[in-house]
């Protein structure tokens, strides 16, 4: 009976001893194995937004100087420029949202603008190929305050808030061969010019109709959009839109083109250079008798304030 108690216990020793030398051995494994990290998040960031505001201002004076000019002058421009850029699978939608408004003001010109305008564009694109989208595009684009020309030095009222403003409608092909360039163009286009102010609908500005306050044109249309940071410091954008009017003279494009190079000297201070450049069969204010279209050109340098958003 002794031995067997013996025996037993023994077989209970041996059994326990080589559980345990089991566990010793499975926690020796699990301790070699690679601690595993926090697995980092590679999905898709639908969304990219982001933009940029610039301040710039200039004030000069003088007096008894031998040299001429005015005796003081003062000038102020502002811009905003948001953009907001979606993608996601097949699908992505562009949109920007550019504002400008500057001012001056000297002693023998008095108060005049030198810059206004507010222009929305937006573009959704279902992807082809790595390269092309069918793309449908919509853009709004006018201006603010009240404008006036200055013939022989004579103020004339010319423009107002939606007087002119213009409506694009298009669907087409967009071709982005990288990602700085977008180039869209469409046969099928609409394009409406508003005319609010009823002194300048009553004229037939912009192509109304005398005392209509909108005409509708169909015709082609293109957009080329380049966009590129050449390093931490300068960056340039542009655009140009052409418009050719099936109803009348397509062989007059339509034609407008921003540009903007800015260049940061500071954290907060930059350079900027915009040029401007417009023409518009239907904007007859121009030549001898203000009544002949041109090209409308506007160039302005600053440096000031910039604050990335």
């Known amino acids: 009976m002794t031995r067997s108690v013996l025996f037993f216990l023994f077989l209970l020793a041996t059994s326990s001893v080589m559980a345990q030398d089991a566990d010793v051995r499975k926690l020796q494994q699990e301790s070699l194995r690679p601690v595993k990290r926090d697995i980092p998040d590679t999905g898709n960031h639908t969304w990219r937004t982001g933009g940029a505001y610039q301040l710039n201002i200039g004030q000069g004076s003088q007096s008894n100087w031998a040299a001429g000019g005015d005796d003081f002058s003062f000038t102020v421009n502002t811009s905003l420029r948001l953009f907001g850029f979606y993608k996601k699978d097949k699908h992505s939608w562009d949109n920007t949202f550019d504002v400008s408004f500057g001012y001056l003001n000297t002693t023998s010109l008095g108060s005049r603008k030198?810059?206004?305008?507010?222009?929305?564009?937006?573009?959704?694109?279902?992807?082809?190929?790595?390269?092309?989208?069918?793309?449908?595009?919509?853009?709004?684009?006018?201006?603010?305050?009240?404008?006036?020309?200055?013939?022989?030095?004579?103020?004339?009222?010319?423009?107002?808030?939606?007087?002119?403003?213009?409506?694009?409608?298009?669907?087409?092909?967009?071709?982005?061969?990288?990602?700085?360039?977008?180039?869209?163009?469409?046969?099928?286009?609409?394009?409406?010019?508003?005319?609010?102010?009823?002194?300048?609908?009553?004229?037939?500005?912009?192509?109304?109709?005398?005392?209509?306050?909108?005409?509708?044109?169909?015709?082609?249309?293109?957009?080329?959009?380049?966009?590129?940071?050449?390093?931490?410091?300068?960056?340039?954008?542009?655009?140009?839109?052409?418009?050719?009017?099936y109803k009348k003279d397509p062989q007059n494009v339509d034609v407008f083109m921003t540009n903007v190079l800015s260049a940061k000297v500071a954290k907060y201070i930059a350079f900027s250079w915009n040029v401007d450049m417009i023409y518009d069969d239907d904007v007859r204010l121009f030549g001898e008798n203000n009544s002949s279209p041109a090209l409308q050109f506007k160039s302005i340098i600053g440096i000031g304030l910039q604050v990335k958003i």
């Open 114 to 245: 030198n810059d206004d305008r507010f222009d929305l564009l937006s573009k959704y694109g279902f992807s082809l190929n790595k390269r092309f989208n069918l793309a449908t595009l919509a853009n709004f684009r006018s201006q603010f305050l009240k404008g006036y020309t200055y013939p022989n030095n004579i103020k004339t009222f010319a423009s107002d808030f939606l007087s002119p403003a213009y409506l694009v409608l298009s669907q087409g092909i967009d071709y982005k061969p990288s990602s700085d360039l977008s180039i869209f163009i469409s046969p099928v286009t609409s394009r409406w010019v508003f005319v609010k102010d009823s002194s300048l609908a009553a004229k037939g500005e912009y192509g109304v109709q005398h005392n209509t306050h909108s005409i509708n044109q169909n015709g082609a249309f293109a957009t080329i959009g380049y966009q590129r940071s050449f390093n931490k410091m300068v960056s340039y954008k542009s655009r140009i839109d052409l418009f050719s009017n």
